[in-house]
């Protein structure tokens, strides 16, 4: 488990983070959000040691991260390209795997194979990294940040540049990477991405943590009593003093309000139609993300 307590970080008379305190269970994925400076960067930065907070620690497994565990089980994809344009593909990976102490022999051979086959780029190996478009560069960064198999996996903003086809590609190794006990924290700005993938999420707006647990019981907290029915016939004018927010054919979106019971709204419908679908609308992290951002 990743343990962030008590993390604050100033640049001069700038406070950055404040007081910033969450953890992350092992083998999820996880997702760190947050409006445009409101810190992510900062304190992804923080945990990987690039900087030092003010007050603060960071844990993994209740002992404290330390650069040797940084530099052995972790890897750090940042929003910025950290690779050597004019080098090749195979040089620029090789080299990252060298740093993170692997032995250029053939089992890192089949490793990155099996990346570049995952990733369709195997045919990429002796072209220099400037001649490549941005989503192929990030997918090279992909494979140098995950040879050595880390067991904590930060990535800033990790679909930038990927196309829907890459994106999908890029999603089945997060999940296939929890399935294996690994810790991966994300950071984004496409809020269904976070909601497709994420089982946790930290929300940090202003250097403050304003919202954080599951993605599940954060919507079932957040829900605002709205309901969604489908009908076989056509819908007559609706009578029922309910507020309605949409309206087809056979379809309608209804709010309640806190005096008014579900079961006798329901109860009209019932009577007069058959019922295709009905379900309580809950709200998507991007609404919630919104609302909260917005309040504070």
């Known amino acids: 488990m990743l343990k962030i307590v008590n993390i604050n970080k100033s640049f001069d008379d700038n406070k ?11 083998g999820i994925i996880f997702g760190l959000l947050g409006p445009n400076g409101a810190g992510k960067t900062t304190l992804l930065r923080i945990i990987n040691r690039i900087y030092l907070a ?4 960071v844990f993994w497994e209740d002992k404290e991260v330390s650069d040797d565990f940084i530099s052995k089980k972790t890897a ?9 344009p004019k080098m090749t593909v195979i040089d620029n990976i090789r080299y990252f795997a060298k740093i993170r102490g692997l032995k250029n022999d053939k089992e890192l051979d089949q490793k ?64 296939d990477l929890a399935k ?4 991966v924290i994300f950071s ?12 946790e999420i930290a929300l940090i707006n202003k250097g403050r943590v304003v919202l954080n647990g599951s993605v599940a019981k954060i919507k079932e907290d957040n829900k605002e009593n709205i309901y969604y029915l489908k009908t076989k016939q056509k819908l007559e004018e609706i009578k029922e003093p309910i507020e309605i927010l949409e309206q087809a054919e056979t379809s309608i979106k209804f709010k ?24 309580e609308v809950l709200p998507s992290i991007e609404e919630i993300f919104v609302k909260v951002v917005n309040k504070k």
């Open 112 to 175: 990155i194979q099996d990346f570049m086959e995952d990733l369709s780029i195997t045919d990429k190996n002796n072209v220099q990294l400037q001649k490549l478009s941005k989503g192929m560069q990030q997918k090279i960064q992909i494979i140098a940040s995950l040879l050595h198999s880390p067991d904590l996996v930060m990535l800033d903003e990790p679909f930038s540049g990927l196309d829907p086809i890459n994106s999908q590609k890029l999603k089945l190794i997060l999940r």
């Open 16 to 26: 950055v983070l404040d007081d910033v305190n969450f953890e992350v269970p092992k």
């Open 256 to 279: 309640l309000n806190s005096n008014q019971e579900l079961n006798q709204i329901l109860k009209h419908f019932f009577d007069k139609y058959e019922i295709v679908e009905f379900r």
């Open 188 to 199: 984004s700005h496409r809020m269904e991405q976070v909601e497709e993938l994420c089982q």
């Open 54 to 57: 003010n007050d603060g620690k």
């Open 76 to 84: 750090y994809l940042p929003e910025e390209r950290g690779l050597y």
């Open 180 to 183: 294996k006990g690994k810790t």
